[in-house]
């Protein structure tokens, strides 16, 4: 019975939760309205700080240890300047705190307070005692290095600059560092997501989201233009998060200094206060307060309020969590809705930019994008080239044309090489290339996003999305000086920022969702179609939303552009044809005999779709005709990740699998006749400019030819029905005709040489800055 009641009882609240949250919702709704009516922005002229000196502000409450342990350290690396001031703060400590201060440290000001102001009324009464334009707050369980100031005093050179956080360690080596002073957050399904980054790259000044209240030294004077700690995050959690994002709004900068070192014994004072409910109750309070006070675009605040509303719901049936909000978290913040915003009202009239540029600007390559690049165009620009497979050794025709394009970019551009690879052993293979570039780096096994019923982002993207990698990317950025992000393959295209001044580029490999459709008109029906179309209905507006984002669109073919701008005519201005897809054709000895009779070659990487669709088309509908007229004739199988024998027919023994080879050139020698049955996907199949760089006849698809052949019999033989396909390959078999792969060499030395195709890449490079920087 009592369960039946309790069951009962949160029905009647689930009802009423959503009046419940429409009313902070419709609240806030009219409160900006209001202020867009009779509110002001407030100005901001004083210039930055004297970097000279500083004051050190300590709030503490009943920490008498923690004094004891940990004050010396910052009185002696305080001790260096005259007017370096140390400031306690006692929050009405019970424990003899002031006098021992009193006592034992007489240099050190002591702010005795009557009463517990919490964190931030204490440190604000700290900051309105302080004499210096910097002030360093510290925890009272922070232990600092001899040297943390002056790399804190370096920071503020610019005068935008607001904050500066310290490096942080733990007193223990051992515990994981989940604190580091690299601060990164995000919005995401309606709520603020933070975090702190280690990444032992970071050895300068970088761009962080806030500086953490116990460990960071802040402008005085803009400190109190914002308003300095809110009450309404009281009594403890979110108050420094909430100061950054304020400043980033404003305009200023927040950095992080990892040369400032000081050691944190975690929650050294709070943990031992409260209890973990209680800090958890507290931290989900503010989470939704943070929200109601700065959140100003009205599609996120909606977005908000549906998951703040559907979080609470949750969380009435399957327990609190603190990655979802909580019914009393949402009544705890009611109860707080007038303090809330009066609140708000302040942070628009100090907010000089959005929500969206607030929450990009702290990143590192939008930091760069924003603050860092100029009007020039450089003559040698800095590239970041990011690879979703590996590149060495070219295992697929999409690691033909990016190694053969690195090779000769790396004389056009600094270029700085990400690669993901499966596994480590991989590394050793790019060890050439990385020698190559500027720079190297890499991530091995990266974990995507995992699947979720109903997402509308397509497999292939979700695939490849992940935080590590994001970051990796803007540290580049911004300690490269990239001018110019070259992005391989749209599934990578999550990854195109919306940048002011760098340029960002997108290979089209193949157009997915062209690939993809291309797959759902072969014949039969599946679980694979039903996945495919799926898939198509996700890849499609993703790709093309994705594609409005950059600025410049690599194709291989002009089909290729005409089809995208058939869906998108907008994308045309902004479509490069043949920038990329070619060969070295230096490389390829053209050769018309020597050759194996009878012999048919296949290559391909068969971890590709389209590669395992095709062999498997040619071995079941095409093969059989072609031995019943040449019983001597047999298939020869070359790629990486080949299928097992079994998957194909006997064929008394017609067939061969090798798998993968060294180098390709060897089998497009050795053979007779390349075939390309390819039936689906898109752009140019490197595999056909490598066996007409070489001599070796060819019958393709139309599909196959994309792009290269369009009259069968000029550069190769086009079919698309299986009998039509044989009999090709018979009569090549029968008589190779010389004219015909002589033409097909001199189509690729002319218009495939990747030599001359990346010196053209590296001209549209320049054009794109110029039009992107307005020059």
């Known amino acids: 019975m009592t369960r039946l009641l309790q069951f009962i009882q949160n029905l009647i609240i689930l009802v009423l939760l959503p009046v419940a949250a429409f009313i902070p919702f419709a609240t806030l709704l009219v409160t900006d309205l209001v202020w867009k009516l009779v509110g002001r922005k407030r100005t901001w002229t004083l210039p930055g700080p004297q970097r000279q000196s500083a004051s050190v502000v300590i709030p503490n409450w009943n920490g008498r240890d923690l004094l004891e342990r940990y004050l010396p350290s910052v009185v002696a690396a305080m001790s260096g300047h005259p007017a370096n001031e140390v400031i306690v703060v006692d929050n009405g400590s019970e424990d003899g705190s002031a006098d021992y201060v009193r006592q034992h440290f007489p240099g ?39 040297d943390f100031l002056p790399p804190l005093l370096e920071g503020f050179s610019d005068p935008d600059v607001f904050a500066v956080s310290c490096q942080i360690f733990f007193s223990d080596p051992k515990k994981p ?69 304020l400043a980033w709004k404003r305009g200023w900068k927040v950095l992080y200094q990892p040369q400032s070192h000081v050691w944190h014994e975690h929650r050294g004072t709070i943990g031992k206060k409260f209890t973990q409910a209680y800090i958890d109750s507290i931290l989900q309070k503010n989470f939704l307060l943070f929200a109601w006070k700065n959140i100003h675009q009205t599609t996120w605040l909606a977005e908000h309020f549906f998951f703040a509303t559907a979080g ?51 990143l590192a390559g939008y930091y760069r994008d924003r603050f860092q690049t100029t009007a020039n165009i450089p003559e040698k620009p800095s590239v970041l080239f990011l690879s979703p497979y590996p590149i060495e050794p070219p295992v697929h025709g999409g690691g033909v044309f990016m190694s053969q394009t690195l090779r000769h970019l790396v004389d056009h551009a600094d270029v700085h090489l990400v690669v993901l690879l499966d596994h480590a052993s991989q590394i050793a293979d790019h060890d050439g290339m990385a020698a190559r570039c500027r720079s190297f780096h890499h991530l091995v096994r990266m974990h995507g996003e995992s699947h979720t019923i109903g997402s509308l982002k397509p497999h292939a993207v979700r695939e490849f999305a992940n935080g590590d990698l994001e970051w990796m990317l803007h540290r580049i950025i911004y300690q490269h000086g990239v001018d110019v992000l070259q992005i391989e393959y749209a599934n990578m295209g999550q990854y195109a920022p919306a940048f002011d001044r760098i340029a960002t580029c997108v290979f089209e490999h193949d157009v997915y969702f062209q690939s993809i459709a291309r797959q759902l008109r072969q014949p039969g029906f599946s679980l694979r179609k039903i996945q495919a179309s799926l898939e198509y209905l996700r890849a499609l507006p993703y ?78 509908h095409v093969m059989p005709h072609v031995l019943t007229h040449n019983p001597d004739a047999k298939l020869v199988c070359v790629g990486s990740d080949p299928p097992p024998r079994h998957a194909l027919p006997s064929l008394g023994g017609a067939i061969e699998i090798r798998g993968f080879v060294e180098d390709v050139r060897t089998a497009f020698y050795e053979h007779t006749v390349f075939i390309c049955p390819i039936l689906s996907g898109s752009g140019v199949r490197v595999k056909l400019l490598e066996a007409f760089a070489c001599g070796i006849p060819v019958v393709s698809t139309t599909v196959g030819a994309e792009g290269l052949g369009r009259n069968d019999g000029e550069f190769c033989r086009l079919a698309d029905d299986p009998q039509q396909f044989a009999q090709a390959v018979i009569e090549l078999l029968a008589a190779p005709p010389a004219g015909m792969t002589q033409r097909a060499r001199t189509e690729v030395a002319q218009n495939w040489n990747m030599r001359v195709i990346t010196q053209r890449l590296a001209q549209r490079y320049q054009q794109v800055l110029a039009r992107k920087r307005g020059v």
């Open 312 to 362: 609470a719901a949750v969380s009435l049936f399957a327990g609190t969590s603190p990655e979802r909000a909580s019914l009393a978290g949402l009544w705890c913040a009611l109860r707080q809705l007038p303090a809330a915003i009066a609140s708000r009202c302040q942070a628009r009239s100090l907010a000089t930019i959005s929500d969206t540029e607030a929450f990009y600007r702290p």
């Open 543 to 620: 790709e093309l939303k994705m594609l409005e984002r950059v600025d410049d669109i690599q194709v291989c073919t002009r089909d290729n552009g005409e089809y995208l701008t058939s869906f998108s005519p907008s994308l045309a201005p902004r479509i490069a044809v043949n920038l990329r897809a070619g060969i070295d054709a230096d490389r390829y000895e053209f050769r018309t005999d020597g050759r194996l009779a009878n012999s048919i070659l296949f290559v391909g990487s068969f971890r590709h779709l389209p590669n395992q669709e095709a062999l498997q088309w040619f071995a079941q």
């Open 108 to 146: 050190v000001r002591l702010l005795a307070l009557p009463q517990n102001l919490g964190f931030g009324g204490g440190s604000n009464a700290g900051f309105r005692a302080a004499t210096n334009d910097i002030v360093v707050l510290l925890n009272s369980d922070m232990r600092v290095a001899p």
């Open 177 to 245: 560092r989940q604190e580091t002073g690299l601060t990164q957050a995000a919005w995401r399904d309606g709520a603020l997501r933070v975090r702190h980054r280690l990444d032992d790259e970071v050895q300068q000044l970088f761009p962080c989201f806030y500086g953490g209240g116990g460990s960071c030294a802040f402008d005085r004077r803009k400190f109190f233009d914002l308003g300095g700690f809110d009450s309404l995050l009281a009594p403890f959690y979110l108050e420094d998060t909430d100061l950054g994002y």
